[in-house]
């Protein structure tokens, strides 16, 4: 899986001008409120995963 995730908007204010930022891997610069923010992978959700996908009940 990549980490290549790049923010569309700014999450502060809405704004695109994003740019990468000198945090290192994941942050970002946003160039019209000056806040430097990072995204980070967390994990992956366990909503919508099945443990029998093929709907058997358990008997
Ligand atoms: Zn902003």
Sequence with gaps: MTERAAPFY???CGDEDLRP???GHGAWECAAC????????V???ARGLQP????????
Excluded: S
Aim: with cysteine; proline share 12%.
């Design 52 to 59: 029998n996908p093929t709907g058997g009940e358990p008997t």
């Design 21 to 23: 930022g000198e945090q």
């Design 34 to 41: 000056n806040r430097a923010f990072q995204l980070k992978f």
């Design 43 to 45: 994990g992956l959700l």
């Design 10 to 12: 700014c999450p502060y």
